[in-house]
């Protein structure tokens, strides 16, 4: 049974920093793309940040410069480390594990960026 866990997200003072963790069982994460998504309340679910299994990356350009996402293999871990976060970086986020039409999920986890 595959399962992604999502960890880290919290309640953070604009232009703080939260890391996003992504465990992963069932599955080797360096064999699929991993990826990051969000949703705001009201709004579509949108991807963040890509990390191809070659080790390309991919950001919106909103997250340029102040997020990075990464792989640890030997944990089996995916990380977004996020920084000068804004109130509109306040979402659920997802983390995704992605190879040809097999998609897997994980729960999401909560970012709230408020003074």
């Known amino acids: 049974q595959v399962q992604l866990v999502e960890s880290g997200g919290d309640l953070v003072q604009p232009g703080g920093s939260l890391k996003l963790s992504c465990a992963a069982s069932g599955i080797n994460f360096s064999f699929y793309n991993g990826a990051w998504y969000r949703q705001a309340p009201g709004k579509q679910r949108e991807l963040v940040a890509s990390l191809f299994r070659e080790g390309t990356t991919n950001y919106i350009d909103s997250v340029k410069g102040r997020f990075t996402l990464s792989r640890d293999n030997a944990k089996n871990t995916l990380t977004l480390e996020m920084n000068s976060l804004k109130p509109e970086d306040t979402a659920v986020y997802f983390c995704?594990?992605?190879?040809?039409?097999?998609?897997?999920w994980g729960q999401g986890t909560q970012v709230t960026v408020s003074s």
């Open positions: 995704t594990a992605q190879r040809g039409a097999t998609a897997y």
